[in-house]
């Protein structure tokens, strides 16, 4: 790419085309069934992936398939913008086309993709990507997103239409905890589990800017972005860790949680 003048952030999706993405996931899903192993796809960016992932599941492969918040909301437009803005948006595998993105949300509400991860890989802009200023090989491959999923999905899934409360749920919390073996104690509301509860609210508007946000980086992958919703409280194991927007919880109090092998495919 250097070799043809192409040293700006948007190179970096040109360097990574969906044929690429397509080949290495078809290729993992045959040495899967080789192994007669489960296989768990992270971060599900192309379409041909995606279908290879279906069809090998409907043959009756424990094959499933995840994307990510920001392969269901950004394109390599952001990628595209000047003064630099693009590396903020470098990412691995890299952000595709209108397309593309149309293609995953189907995917997501046919079942055919099982969890939305955030993918979460946050770098300083100022002085993390800027290594990049001259080459875009040398910016740092990730964006912040752990504390924006729950509420980028709700808006620009829930409130588009494009899926249900009911898939919401599945998406973001349920099937992640039962493809990690770390259900019923997470993953559902149930006598015996932990009481990981979130009061939402719908009707809460906003925008997303990186003043509201504790990811402890320079910048917000959805700056600018119109919020609909966000957790009002939030409980996990039944104490109140944030109200509001606000964290309110106490350091220390993480549980580690250990996971099973995995069975899912199994049962």
Known sequence: MSSKGMTEPYGHAVSRPPVVAVEA???????????????????????????????AYADGYPIFGETCTHYLTLTTDNLAKPNFEGAKYVCSPALRSQEQLDALWGAVKKGYLNAISSDHCGFNWKDNKHQGKDNFVNIPNGAPGMGDRMNVIWTYGVETGKISRQKYVELCCTNPAKINEIYPQKGVIAP???????????????????????????????????????????????ELVADCGKYVGKSGTGQFVSAKPFGLCYE
Not at 203 to 226: H, P, R
């Open 192 to 238: 015996g589990s932990d009481a990981d509860i979130v009061i939402f609210d719908p009707e809460y508007e906003g925008v997303f800017t990186n003043a509201d946000s504790l990811q402890g980086v320079d910048y917000s992958t959805y700056e600018g972005m119109k919020q609909k919703g966000r957790p009002d409280k939030v409980f996990p194991r039944g």
């Open 25 to 55: 996931t078809e290729r993992a899903i045959s040495l899967a069934k080789l192994a007669k192993a489960p296989l768990y796809v992270a971060h599900v960016t192309a379409k041909g992936a995606m279908e290879a992932i279906r069809d």
